[in-house]
């Protein structure tokens, strides 16, 4: 294992034991992420991506294998906050404002009521929400929900995000937007990225690793070490490196799909 | 103002039907008395005799109307004869049995939720203490409380929270349960302690729920006052205006002792409601 390897994982298994027997979400998986690096998990409805993120998260118990984050167990680093999580919904609070919203995990966390302040205005600038402060979730469109949850789990400023398809649910122009936005905010911040997306354009425009899964049994199919350039405009979508990279993604999902049956 | 006109409705619909049931039930007595005394009598000299009766079976609104008006307007509330004496009466053990039974569900909720034989152990008990008729245990809890030599408001106000806790606890424990697995696992992705949880997620989350029991629980608590001082032999409270009435045929006197209970009532789940809604709202949460 490198050492700057901030996720790191080592034949790792997870099966469910289900009434209807067990269900293979993981299995064999390694892989390794290095600080800094924007990874996206792309593969069929079943794969294991959410389960992978949760096993990363602590909140789900891997039954084969290790896997470390920030070089510890993924419950202490839960417990060191070392990670923010943004799930598929948003998952605002409808009592507490957008600020309110943002200010929760500070506030769990024991941050002074000045740092409190500064840090909601810090993020809130950061996902284009000034002025949105006092509204109430349901006075936002799904788009501006998604960037509060995506400035909440910033908030506490861990260095690694977890983000599972926070995307998936909105229209094509705004979240064209809201990827260039994540670009530079992973740019800006230098953060550690695991980033699900049923979008190969989305998944090669982000990453600059491409991990493509395979259900039953949830296993990496292949890893995509991307070529293209960390200064990533809207319109590098049009390259033939883009292109290219994007057909080995889309034969990697259908060989992928291929094994089944 | 649009909501006014059906009410009115319904208003203008129950006095014609109280009405016509006023004539019905009393026009028996009337017809024995011509009988008794060897005369015909007019269906519209019926009607005209069932309307001012002094022991009616059924009392017409405007005479009830009249009682209320003569045991409150007219009456200096601190008199023995004052409806809005009686009223307070009640009204105090309401609110305290309401206060101590809102309270008791809300710990019994949080109980139930955090702890898993309290889960398991409670929720029976409260079941069964409600299949048992509160007329059976009012006598009992007023006798207990009694001979340990409290009276008064007190065993009252008991008797009141032994029926509101249970609408409470049962909303309660379903509002505190309500958030879903996904805001459970992100309360977790930032460590939050159960404490955390609680406070900043299942307490906001359970009150639209809790809410809704308080309008059922302040219902409940009315009703436990006024059974309470049934069993007493009070000779205060709408309790006993209503038992005093039946001692002595005052049929007038019992349907202006429940119409106060029902406005009563009506006041204090409104009042409920009204509270309901500026919280609700406050929190971002009106529906
Ligand atoms: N708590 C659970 N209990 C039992 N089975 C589970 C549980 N969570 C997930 N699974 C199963 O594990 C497999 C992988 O699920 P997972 O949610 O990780 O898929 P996914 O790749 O995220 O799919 P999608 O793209 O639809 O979100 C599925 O077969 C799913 O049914
Ligand atoms: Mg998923």
Request: contains cysteine; proline residues 5%.
């Amino acid at each position: 294992m490198t050492s700057d390897a901030v996720i790191a994982a080592r034949d790792l298994g997870l099966t469910f034991q289900t009434n209807d027997g067990p269900v293979h979400a993981l299995k064999d998986v390694n892989l390794q992420i290095a600080r800094g690096d924007f990874v996206s998990f792309i593969g069929p409805s079943g794969c294991g991506k959410t389960t992978f993120l949760r096993v990363v998260a602590g909140l789900e118990e891997p039954t084969a294998g290790q896997i470390t984050v920030n070089g510890m167990s993924p419950d202490e680093a839960r417990r060191a906050r070392a990670y923010g999580y943004v799930f598929q919904a948003a998952g605002l609070f409808p009592w507490r404002t957008i600020a309110g919203n943002v200010k929760l995990p500070l506030e769990i966390m024991g941050f002074t009521r000045a740092e409190q302040e500064k840090r909601v205005k810090k993020v809130l600038q950061l996902v284009d929400l000034e002025g949105f402060e006092r509204k109430f979730p349901w006075q936002l469109s799904g788009g501006m929900q998604q960037r509060a949850s995506i400035a909440r789990a910033l908030a506490f400023d861990a260095d690694i995000l977890l983000m599972d398809e926070p995307f998936g649910a909105l229209d094509e122009i705004v979240r064209d937007h809201l990827n260039e936005q994540l670009l530079k905010l992973w740019a800006r911040t230098g953060k550690t990225i695991a980033f699900v997306t049923h979008s190969i354009p989305e998944a090669v425009y982000l990453s600059t690793k491409i991990v493509v899964m395979s259900p039953r049994p949830g296993r990496i199919h292949d890893v995509i070490e991307s070529p293209l350039p960390r200064e990533r405009p809207l319109d590098i979508r049009d390259t033939p490196e883009f292109l290219e990279v994007a057909h080995r993604v889309r034969e990697g999902l259908r060989a992928g799909h291929a094994y089944e049956g | 103002m649009k909501s006014i006109l059906p009410i009115l409705t319904v208003v203008a619909a129950i006095i014609v039907l109280w009405y016509g049931a006023a004539v019905w039930l009393n026009s028996k007595w009337v017809y024995d008395q011509a009988a008794r005394a060897g005369v015909e009598v007019s269906f519209s000299e019926v009607v005209k005799q069932t309307m001012n009766q002094e022991r009616p079976k059924l009392p017409a609104p405007h005479q009830v109307a009249a009682e209320l008006w003569k045991t409150t307007v007219e009456k200096k509330i601190t008199s023995k004869r004052s409806l809005i004496f009686h009223s307070w009466i009640t009204l105090s053990a309401t609110l305290l049995g309401f206060a101590i039974g809102t309270g008791l569900g809300i710990l019994l909720a949080v109980g139930i939720v955090h702890n898993r034989a309290m889960d398991m152990s409670v929720m029976p008990w409260a079941i069964a203490s409600q299949t048992i008729p509160i007329i059976a245990i009012a006598p009992m809890i007023i006798v207990v409380l009694n001979s340990v030599g409290i009276q008064g408001l007190l065993p009252k106000a008991i008797i009141s929270a032994y029926l509101s806790f249970f609408p409470v606890v049962v909303g309660m424990v379903k509002g505190l349960r309500s958030p879903g697995m996904m805001e459970l696992d992100q309360m977790k992705t930032w460590n939050a302690s159960p404490a955390q949880t609680f406070w900043k997620l299942r307490l906001p989350a359970s009150m639209p729920y809790l809410f809704a029991s308080l309008k059922v629980g302040i219902a409940a608590s009315l009703v436990g006052a006024i059974v309470g001082e049934l069993p007493t032999g009070a000779i205060r409270g709408l309790g006993a205006r209503l038992l005093s009435g039946s001692y002595y045929g005052q049929t007038v006197q019992i349907w202006a002792a429940l119409l106060a209970a029902a406005i009563l009532a009506a006041g204090l789940v409104g009042i409920v409601g009204l509270i309901q809604r500026i919280t609700l709202r406050r929190m971002g949460m009106a529906q």
